[in-house]
């Protein structure tokens, strides 16, 4: 249908048709068919609303001109216009302010001669400034003779800056008025010195007092992009990606302009080869004028490959070289192999590269290459002590002849070769005793658990993880003495810490019931004294009915008597001092009369489960199960109170009680029944980073059992997540440097090949999606 | 900028004694309260050299690793020197009229 035709068709509408379409087409940015429209709408109906309503699409039309650069055209549709109200002034104002960003000059000028207000006069003059500066030498001739003295100033001034005379053209800007039409080409140039100078703050205050709609302003924007954050932050993207370049253009860097081309390629595209062809030209460039600035995009490239695969290895070779610290690509190739899970390739590439550096220790200042060899090794023994799960399907891609390799055969050399190695290099490394000990415990071998933590002791006396793992192991084997000096080492350092007290308070309760066994009860009333004066909370109790034991076992049933009252006025529990009475009665195998009196009084204490008898029940189990005790009937102990602990799941555990009984359950190694309240406690307390965390616990402690990483890793960063949202508190930063440890060991670089390896979040297919490496 | 050396003006072989007593200038010049961002950055490049074992750390596995093509981009625009344009080239970028 064509255009004539499209017209005469609405010729046909009446005014009630006409209305809505004219607001359509004006939504629509249909300008020249609104305007057709509301000329016959106003040729029906004649009306001031009428004529207002056509006015303005006229102006509307006659930007829409403008705005695609047929200013021409526009000024002929402004002077149709004007005939519509030619001696309203407010008519004019607009037309004249049009006409002026149209850039015409003489009639504009016409205009504002019909202009009743100064003030209004004075804008449109500004438009009429910025119009003559951008048609230059026409311009100026189009300008009144009054005008033309400042228009000249600025040309001046501009000539003066370009050259660096920056005192004769702020001799030249004083001649500008405040009420000067170009007063802002004045602040423009002011800006412009300052920041040419250097002086930002300067030049920014200057532009900050541009009008926006003015041409000074839109030619100091892509200076003002650079230097102030918050225009910037304010720019949509397009008009960023605009006053970037026109940025560059001023500038006039090759160089910075094809690193731009160079960040484009590798956004777009995410490829290596492109943009290291474009490197190759820009390099001569980049040494010559930014020689600083190589090293630091080799280095980018570098450590890029991991992203893009080894294909790129030698196409960066080709460009940068070889990399002074890895001049073989061992470490990069050890880092990708790691990466893909791959660790049979990446054992001997960072073999490769310890191999390496010590070929080459010079590279490495003092003796930091034997620290860095010992790194490797540590990595090594990491490595090697943590076979992943094998992918289910196998689609391995390598560049070397080590294809063939099974990812689940055991690494040579084995982690404990590695771990000493490293020890040997660098004996205070820290990490490497830590690894070495976590390594035997997790192959259940606590003798040399035992000597390589004592190893660490040496090397770190006051090493409170390892003195509590050593008083744990030697607790274990009934030496409660050992276990306690340990623990009383551990506490030297950090006596307020009141779990460590209370682990201490622990020590010397075992070690006061080895002294009852043995009939030396005064040595026995010493270690429960101590331990009662490091206690909190329902400790005492249990302390209390120990001691309570020990008297009757002494002989002195008023004071057991007066100690199991004192035991039942700390605690909301009895059941727990009923359960622990009637453990001692029959490990120190007392009066029948008094286990039947204990047995009696457990019974009615189990039938009524809460949370406090709850948590005292498993505080027991859980000092029985660590200090190694046994006694007869235990087990079917342990069933009534595991069963009395089930019933009680659905009761209302406070936040502290609900984290108490899953640590307590954890110590007793009860996993499930600890991943179980954790569960409760995620749901009942969803901003608690505590439960996420010991859920997580619940499956990494749990011996003979496969860690599922896909469970425990997203439980971790939950629990790292919440945590960090909290305050930082010793508790906290004691938690989340425990998360980190354990999300490195299980993700050592946070990848998500692990979910695809692991299949979560996505389907089993999906496994080997990661080819490259 | 990355490398923590740079971030602290030390030399790539700086013992501990240098890097400690250079951290601590700085972080007297570069209060928190002041100038916080430069703070944070002065800290977390004393983190990773403040002894031996960070340093060797720091280098084996770290070193380079956060540079990326855009901060790369931004230091060259921040370094090139500023050239006076006159004012035919800044009326250039715009539409003639």
Known sequence: MSKKHKHHQTSTYSPADLRPRIDRARQEGRFQQALELTKQLHKYEPTPANLELLKEVYLGRARQLRNQGQTRDALTVLEVALRLDGASPAWIDRLAQEMALCGEIGRTLALLDNLPDPARAQRILGLVADAAMQQEAAGRAALPPALRDDFDRIVLAFGQVESGQDEAARETLQGISLRSSFLEWKLLLRGLQAYWQNDDIRAVENWQRLTPDRLPARLAAPFRYRIDAAFRAAQPPNTQAALQKQFDRFQGSMVLSQLRNLQATLAHKGKMAPALRQIEMLLPALRQEMPQIVPRLAACFYWHILETGPDDVLRYQRVFGRPPDDPNFHRLQALGYEKAGELQLAHRHWHQYEREIAAHPEGWPGDQADHARAFIWQRMGQNAASIPEPRKTQKRRSFDLFDGDDPLAPLDPPAEKCFQKSLELAPDLLETHEALVHHHLEAKREGKAEKAARQLLQQFPNHVPTLELLSDLRRKHGDYATALELMEQALKGNALDRRLRRKVSDAHLLLARTHVESGRFDEARRQFQASLDLSGGSDGSMILAHWAACEFKAGDSARAEELIQQALTRTAAPVGVSYLLLTEVLRLKLDRSLKKRFEEDLKAGLAAPNPDGAIFLTRILAGLHTGGIKYIGQKGHTQKALSYIYKARNLDFSEPQLEELCRNLLDMEAYPQARRFANIGERDYPESAVFPYLHAMAWIQEKGRRVPTWQVVPLLKRARTLAQAQPSNERRDRMLEDIDKHLHELNPFDLDFLGRMFGFGEEEDDYDTDEDW | ?97
Do not use: W
């Open chain 2, 1 to 97: 900028m990355d490398d923590p050396h740079i971030v602290l003006g030390l030399a790539a072989d700086a013992d501990d004694e240098t890097i400690r007593r250079r951290y601590l200038e700085l972080v007297r010049q570069f209060t928190p309260e002041h100038h916080p961002e430069k703070f944070a950055a002065v800290r977390a490049a004393y983190e990773r050299l403040r002894d031996r074992n960070a340093r060797v750390r720091y280098r084996l596995l770290e070193a380079g690793r956060k540079e990326t093509i855009e901060s790369i981009v931004e230091e060259v625009a921040c370094r090139s020197s500023r050239r006076r344009v006159s004012l035919k080239t800044l009326l250039s970028v715009l539409p003639k009229p």
